[in-house]
């Protein structure tokens, strides 16, 4: 009896004594394999040298420099070096040099300078209502850029299919009635006047598109470079308005 109990005694005892070997021989392995993963990451000091990074036992993510596990992100990492001081980009030294300079007083007195230099960009002041022409024909009549748009538009109506010696003559029409102690003296008093109408045309006067013929015509007649229709013709039409016809142009009898 006290045989086999000393037998079981020295089993339990070697089963004890092989558990503690193994423990320790475990702890030795996971202590090099930290040892050799924490020697894996290392920042880079202003000197060259590198400084390992003490108790980091988990992969850098590739992403970003918060430690993560490769199991829980799957994501393949990259490695990393981070730098703990590094000196200006060239192109940051450019800016500051450039605010460097910008702030000297040599500096501010050259840039009011060319901005003095400098030739105004604002464009010239487009035409208005102010804007006369004509005063070189021979009822000494001027118009403004309003005016010569208005009369383009009556133009367009009446004679837009007619040649462009048609249209010189109707503009000289509307000349001879604003010259005329007959009728008004201004072009907008000419084209609008009722009893008798004239210009059926001026309740249409918004629906007009003139063209350049129809600048043209009126320019040509404001210049002075036209002599058409007698100065007492004051009338044209499809038809002869009257007995007395002055000249038969395209579609158009000019009466007097």
Known sequence: MNRKILDVTMLCT???CLMVA?????KNTIRESREEISSAYVISAADGTEVPVAGVCRVLSGYSFTTESDEATGITKNPRTMVASA????????????????????AKVQAASEEAEAPEAAE??????????GAENRWNITLTQEEIDLLAKIVWLESQGEPTEGQEAV??????????EKYPDTLYDVL????????????NRERANPT???YTSIHEVLNGNTHILRNDTLYFSTEPLTPRLDQKIGGHSFCY
């Open 14 to 16: 070697l089963c004890i």
């Open 87 to 106: 000196a200006p980009s060239d192109a940051a030294q450019e800016v500051q040099a450039a605010s460097e300079k910008a702030e000297t007083p040599e």
């Open 212 to 214: 350049e013929k129809e």
């Open 22 to 26: 193994a423990n320790i021989e475990e």
């Open 192 to 203: 609008s006047q009722g009893n008798p109408t004239q210009f059926c045309s001026w309740k």
């Open 171 to 180: 503009v000289e029409v509307v000349f001879n009635r604003m010259a005329s």
């Open 124 to 133: 010239s002041k487009p035409a208005t209502a102010e804007t006369t022409a």
